[in-house]
C-alpha cells in the first residue's frame, strides 16, 4: 500500500514563505508524475504544481514565479516551496501521485492559513 504523508502547513502572514512536504511510503523513482492539488472551501480543487519522473515541472498561471515544486527520489519526498504568499493561497494542499500499473494516490492534507 502506498502512503503519501503531508507536512509543513500552517499560518503565514502575506509575503511570506512556507515550504511543504510530501513523504512516500515507497520510493518514488517509479511515480510518473507527482502534483500538489489545493481546495478551498466552496472553490474547485485544482492542480497547483506538477513534476514528472524526469524532472520536468509545470505550474498554474496563479502561482508561477512564486511556487517551486521539486523532488528528492533519495529521501522519497517531494516539495513544494512557496513565496510571496497571498490570502487567496489559504487552502488545504494535498499531495498526489501517478504510479503505472498501480493508480493514483492521494494524501491527507495539509492546511495553509495566509492572514495578518
Known amino acids: 500500500q502506498v502512503q503519501l504523508v503531508e507536512s509543513g502547513g500552517g499560518l503565514v502572514q502575506p509575503g511570506g514563505s512556507l515550504r511543504l512536504l510530501c513523504a512516500a511510503s515507497v520510493s518514488i523513482s517509479s511515480m510518473l508524475i507527482m502534483n500538489w492539488y489545493r481546495h478551498a472551501p466552496g472553490k474547485q480543487r485544482t492542480v497547483v504544481a506538477t513534476i514528472s519522473s524526469g524532472g520536468s515541472t509545470n505550474y498554474a498561471d496563479s502561482v508561477k514565479g512564486r511556487f517551486s515544486i521539486s523532488r528528492d527520489n533519495a529521501r522519497n519526498t517531494v516539495y513544494l516551496q512557496m513565496t510571496s504568499l497571498k490570502p487567496e493561497d489559504t487552502a488545504v494542499y494535498y499531495c498526489?501521485?501517478?504510479?503505472?500499473?498501480?493508480?493514483?494516490?492521494w494524501g491527507q492534507g495539509t492546511q495553509v492559513t495566509v492572514s495578518e
Open positions: 498526489r501521485a501517478f504510479l503505472p500499473n498501480a493508480g493514483v494516490y
